[in-house]
């Protein structure tokens, strides 16, 4: 069975700056998906970034961006230029390959906080 | 836009009780999913399916069971409520992918706190 761990339970940023968050995860599987998502205090799940796993090249969008290691299967999130909206709950998150019956699989999560 | 809607937010109930949480989506997805979301374990999954009637069990089955009697609707069902299972609880759909079936986002429910004493 897959497993995704994050060890850092809480991480905190100052405004404009840049913060990584970790995670590692654990599958025999050479393709599937890798995701970040964003919870704030609303309780709404949020996409941030996904990564393909034949894909070799970092995923980013805007301020996001994966470092993505697929030997060491580790799947770090970089935010830039911090902002408050920033705070939130993060999951890593895997998705195997198959097309039905596939479970998505969520690490502990990563409480960031932005101070001002 | 993609809509999931979980029927409550929040929720208090008494041990012993038959509790229904039901999830509803609106674009056909064929991959739904009751999970449960506890501080310092992230979300773990209780049960999934990926069509009509078809159930698998997840991480932590235990004290639950589901229902997927249509498409749309994915329904929790908390056969006797007991207070360890007072939790939020998260509802996600997932459609198999235009292109490998896989590569698709999952759309996730506003969550309900459900609160058993």
């Known amino acids: 069975a897959q497993t995704v761990t994050q060890s850092q339970p809480e991480m905190s940023v100052q405004e404009a700056e840049t913060v990584t968050l970790s995670c590692t995860y654990d599958?025999?599987?050479?393709?599937?998906?890798l995701f970040w998502y964003k919870q704030p205090p609303s309780r709404q799940m949020i996409l941030v970034i996904r990564?393909?796993?034949?894909?070799?090249q970092n995923a980013t969008e805007n301020r996001f961006s994966v470092n993505f290691q697929k030997a060491a299967k580790s799947f770090s999130l970089k935010i830039s230029d911090s902002q408050l909206g920033d705070a939130a709950m993060y999951f890593c998150?895997?998705?195997?390959?198959?097309?039905?019956?596939?479970?998505?699989?969520f690490g502990e999560g990563t409480q960031l906080t932005v101070n001002p | 836009d993609v809509k999931v809607t979980q029927s409550s937010r929040y929720l208090v109930k008494r041990t012993g009780e038959k509790v229904f949480l039901e999830c509803v989506q609106d674009?056909?997805?064929?991959?739904m999913f009751w999970y449960r979301q506890d501080p310092g374990l992230g979300l773990r999954l209780i049960y999934f399916?990926?069509?009509?009637?078809?159930?698998e069990k997840g991480d932590i089955p235990e004290g639950y069971s589901v229902s997927r009697e249509k498409k749309e609707r994915f329904s929790l069902i908390l056969e006797s409520a007991s207070t360890n299972q007072t939790s939020m609880y998260l509802c996600?759909?997932?459609?198999?992918?235009?292109?490998?079936?896989?590569?698709?986002?999952?759309?996730f429910g506003q969550g309900t706190r459900l609160t058993v004493v």
């Open positions: 990564q393909e796993a034949y894909k070799q």
């Open positions: 399916s990926y069509d009509v009637k078809m159930k």
């Open positions: 599958t025999s599987e050479s393709d599937y998906y």
């Open positions: 674009m056909d997805h064929e991959n």
């Open positions: 998150a895997y998705r195997g390959q198959e097309t039905s019956g596939s479970r998505l699989t």
């Open positions: 996600a759909s997932i459609p198999i992918g235009a292109r490998r079936g896989w590569d698709t986002e999952a759309f």
